[in-house]
């Protein structure tokens, strides 16, 4: 929410009084439930997908994930598994955005 409040106050001229701010994060608030998701957005998404998965298909080995950033450092080694997880993020965020403005 603080990103988007952010980015659209740089599209503001006027001086910003505490009110104003409110007002500029509730307007990028409902701005970001229809906007397209940012990358950090995905890629928090996907993290997390990869973690929560459990299952690394195809792949023998002993090696187990300490954590999410962990994990996703690991799957960065095997070809195609970060894309996969990106793609499947954003499907599922984009899903959700449509169910939250319909």
């Excluded at 009110?19 to 890629?43: C, F, I, K, N």
């Excluded at 996703?72 to 793609?87: K, L, M, S």
């Amino acid at each position: 929410m603080l990103d988007e409040a952010n980015a659209y106050e740089r599209g503001m001229d006027d001086d910003l009084t505490f009110q104003t701010v409110r007002e500029l994060a509730g307007t990028a608030y409902m701005a970001g439930r229809s906007a397209p998701p940012t990358d950090a957005e995905v890629e928090a998404m996907a993290k997390r997908l990869c973690w929560n998965s459990c299952e690394w298909d195809g792949i023998e080995s002993d090696y187990v994930a300490k954590d999410e950033d962990d994990a996703w450092d690991y799957a960065g080694e095997i070809p195609g598994f970060q894309e996969e997880y990106i793609r499947q993020a954003k499907e599922m965020l984009e899903i959700a955005r449509k169910a939250v403005n319909e």
